[in-house]
């Protein structure tokens, strides 16, 4: 159980829009033309430097708690800059993020809601960043610029204390162990400065590479410095004479590098690649060799490793975070991934290992920036930008879900795991409270009206009856095998009897006044397969979604029903609600919402419908019947406007990610909680 009471690995993925990237470009003026010697002399002009206009960028936390299913919890957005690089406070409550404009400090101390503190804007553009060990200073690497240093004791007026002009252009800074040098990948060479003194940084030697230096890693024992050359692959350098630099052995890892990182004991070196991770035995410097790679499908900018070093977190370029399994190095094993939607670049991990805040950038034509703002802000007063709030993936596929009276658990049918509880008093954090094995196929449930027990259409296995009193240790009461398949089920307002769509078999009414023993008062022939039922106010009527039809049966009397009407919907009728009156159904078919009037039982008609693109599984009203939530399958959340039954109209939607097949609401109306099948239960927010 993933308790929230206990840290969450913190995972900053930088996500930019630089190389590669479409959009208009804009070109940054600057000062500094450098010559580059490799294996070819290349010409280096850092004043043509291409920044895509349409890029925004945020921050990201997400929870990698559950390593397979990263969700995100919440974001800061910035506009217009694309970031670089990303550092945390050593207490975990702040973020540095670089851009092309320089230096920029995020609160992190709610993930949830991260805000901006301060910011530093440089000449040039910024391309990495790291703290010195008491975090009073940032050693920012200014491109064309070199180094610079800049105080950050007060984070909302960061100033610069100093900086040395490199001859090439700065890509990546890391310090020693005692803050007193700071080691520079500077395009074309390894450069050491003295920072002893921030106010007056000195040149103590360099390292000329074959290829572009563009991220290094220092040995524990500072000996040695391991680059990430973009043409030559890791090159390992000597460097405890910072005065005189020799190479001590390479490993062409065959594409780009760009960064490097090492194990705790230092015999391996974990290099991102364009091709992905490559892992590389170091514990012979002079002879270093390939252990095991892992091809990730896309460029791999970065990566980090966490505490125990069994697992590595990636950012690829366009696939975003890529968690992967380093417990067998030569044959690492991908864990799970988080699509970042944007161009990712850089990571770095907090040191307690159990939470994630990622950064992003995407077009400024999409609405990837107004979806981050609306999970900073928590705004739920418009429809125009539904956003996911929470998220709980369960071990199985989740069909229904519904709520306690308080809402601060959720019932979910999980297939053929049965009966998940979890608790969402925590909107951004449910956890899972229990579950209960109902040996079947849960579809779907209901409580009972002190909320003690649970009914569970639960498949082939029929109608199941649980104790949820304690809701740590759910326990079996009774059963009754309806023998068709239990698909839907809804209980009589004074709780004695409960009616199951049972699929082939129709509307079969049980007597569940003895929950132990419950017994058949009888059942009704649909005609058709039966999926849904809901009842009158009064419990005289069941409207059944049966497929082809929506049938309406007299219960008044549970051991004899009679067909009272029925109303073809034209397509597949899968869920069925009702209007606040009682004069109006709501049906949920394959072709979308089906509004039918119903004040004639004998003679039902059509009032309107609304095509919701995708197949609509469930539907809810809200408590005003102004509005109807559908979950539209593939399509996600549908949001639709029936104050006029007539000319239904979409308010908004929102894409769950998986497919949709049920939805309830809050109390106040606020949020929809969406079963998503092999998303699980995912929490919406922004729909009322």
């Given at each position: 159980m993933n308790l929230r009471d206990i840290s969450l690995t913190v995972l900053f993925v930088l996500a930019i829009g630089m190389t590669g990237c479409s959009g208009t470009p804009t070109t940054v003026e600057e000062n500094k033309t450098t010559t580059v010697e490799g294996n070819a002399t290349t010409t280096i002009e850092e004043n043509k430097t291409t920044i895509p206009q349409r890029y925004e960028s945020a921050v990201l936390v997400i929870d990698i708690s559950d390593l397979a299913y990263p969700t995100k919890l919440g974001s800061v957005g910035i506009d217009g800059n694309s970031f670089y690089s990303i550092t945390l406070s050593s207490d975990g409550r702040k973020a540095y993020v670089v851009d092309e404009n320089g230096l920029i400090i995020v609160d992190i101390g709610d993930p949830i809601h991260p805000t901006k503190l301060g910011s530093y804007d440089t000449v040039g553009n910024v391309y990495e960043v790291t703290l010195s060990s008491d975090g009073t200073k940032a050693y920012i690497a200014e491109g064309s610029y070199g180094l610079v240093v800049v105080d950050i004791s007060d984070p909302t007026h960061p100033t610069k204390l100093g900086s040395y002009n490199t001859a090439g252009l700065t890509r990546h800074v890391i310090l020693s162990s005692d803050d007193t040098k700071a080691y520079v990948a500077?395009?074309?060479?390894?450069?050491?400065?003295?920072?002893?003194?921030?106010?007056?940084?000195?040149?103590?030697?360099?390292?000329?590479?074959?290829?572009?230096?563009?991220?290094?890693?220092?040995?524990?024992?500072g000996t040695k410095a391991y680059v990430g050359d973009r043409n030559n692959g890791l090159i390992i350098v000597d460097i405890s004479d910072p005065a005189h630099l020799t190479k001590l052995g390479s490993y062409n890892t065959a594409f780009w590098s760009y960064s490097v990182t090492l194990s705790g004991d230092g015999t391996k070196a974990y290099v991102a690649d364009e091709n992905g991770l490559v892992i590389v035995d170091i514990s012979d410097p002079a002879h270093p060799t390939k252990f095991g790679s892992y091809d990730t499908d896309g460029e791999v900018h970065g990566v980090t490793l966490s505490s125990d070093g069994s697992k590595a977190y990636l950012v690829d370029w366009d696939n975003g975070l890529v968690i992967v399994d380093l417990s067998d190095p030569a044959h690492p094993t991908k864990l799970g991934s988080y699509d970042t939607t944007g161009h990712s670049d850089n990571i770095a991990l907090s040191s307690d290992g159990t939470k994630v805040y990622v950064t992003t950038s995407a077009e400024r034509n999409t609405t990837t920036l107004q979806t981050y703002e609306k999970a900073y802000t928590n705004t739920t007063d418009t429809l125009d930008h539904p956003t996911k709030i929470g998220l709980y993936n369960t071990a199985g596929k989740a069909y229904g879900v519904t709520l306690s009276k308080d809402g601060t658990k959720a019932y979910v049918a999980d297939d053929d795991k049965g009966l998940v509880i979890v608790d969402i008093s925590d909107q951004a954090y449910p956890t899972k409270l229990s579950s209960y094995d109902t040996a079947g196929y849960a579809g779907d449930i209901a409580l009972s009206n002190d909320g003690t027990k649970a009914y569970i259409a639960d498949g082939d296995n029929g109608l199941v009856i649980v104790d949820i009193s304690d809701t740590a240790h759910s326990t079996r009461l009774g059963s009754y095998n309806t023998a068709g398949f239990a698909i839907h089920v809804t209980l009589s307002s004074d709780g004695t009897k409960a009616y199951v769509a049972d699929y082939g078999n129709g509307l079969v009414i049980i007597d569940i006044s003895d929950p132990a023993h419950p017994a058949k008062s009888n059942s009704y022939d649909t005609a058709g397969l039966s999926y849904g039922v809901t009842l009158s106010s009064d419990g005289?009527?069941?409207?059944?979604?049966?497929?082809?039809?929506?049938?309406?049966?007299?219960?008044?009397?549970?051991?004899?029903?009679?067909?009272?009407?029925?109303?073809?919907?034209?397509?597949?009728?899968?869920?069925?609600?009702?209007?606040?009156?009682?004069?109006?159904?709501?049906?949920?078919?394959?072709?979308?919402?089906?509004?039918?009037?119903?004040?004639?039982?004998?003679?039902?008609?059509?009032?309107?419908?609304?095509?919701?693109?995708?197949?609509?599984?469930?539907?809810?009203?809200?408590?005003?019947?102004?509005?109807?939530?559908?979950?539209?399958?593939?399509?996600?959340?549908?949001?639709?406007?029936?104050?006029?039954?007539?000319?239904?109209?979409?308010?908004?939607?929102?894409?769950t990610a998986e497919y949709s097949?049920?939805?309830?609401?809050?109390?106040?109306?606020?949020?929809?909680?969406?079963?998503?099948?092999e998303n699980g239960l995912v929490i919406v927010a922004g729909v009322q």
């Open positions: 500077d395009w074309n060479e390894l450069v050491i400065v003295d920072i002893s003194d921030p106010d007056q940084l000195t040149k103590l030697g360099s390292y000329k590479t074959s290829g572009v230096a563009w991220g290094i890693a220092l040995s524990n024992d005289t009527k069941a409207y059944v979604a049966d497929w082809d039809d929506l049938v309406i049966v007299d219960i008044s009397d549970p051991a004899c029903p009679t067909k009272l009407g029925s109303y073809s919907t034209a397509g597949h009728a899968q869920s069925v609600t009702l209007s606040n009156d009682g004069t109006k159904v709501y049906v949920a078919d394959e072709n979308g919402l089906v509004i039918v009037d119903v004040s004639d039982p004998a003679r039902p008609t059509k009032l309107g419908s609304y095509d919701t693109a995708g197949y609509a599984e469930g539907i809810i009203l809200s408590s005003d019947g102004s509005r109807a939530y559908i979950a539209d399958g593939d399509n996600g959340l549908v949001i639709v406007d029936i104050s006029d039954p007539a000319h239904p109209t979409k308010l908004s939607s929102y894409d097949i049920d939805v309830t609401l809050s109390s106040d109306g606020t949020k929809a909680y969406v079963a998503d099948r």
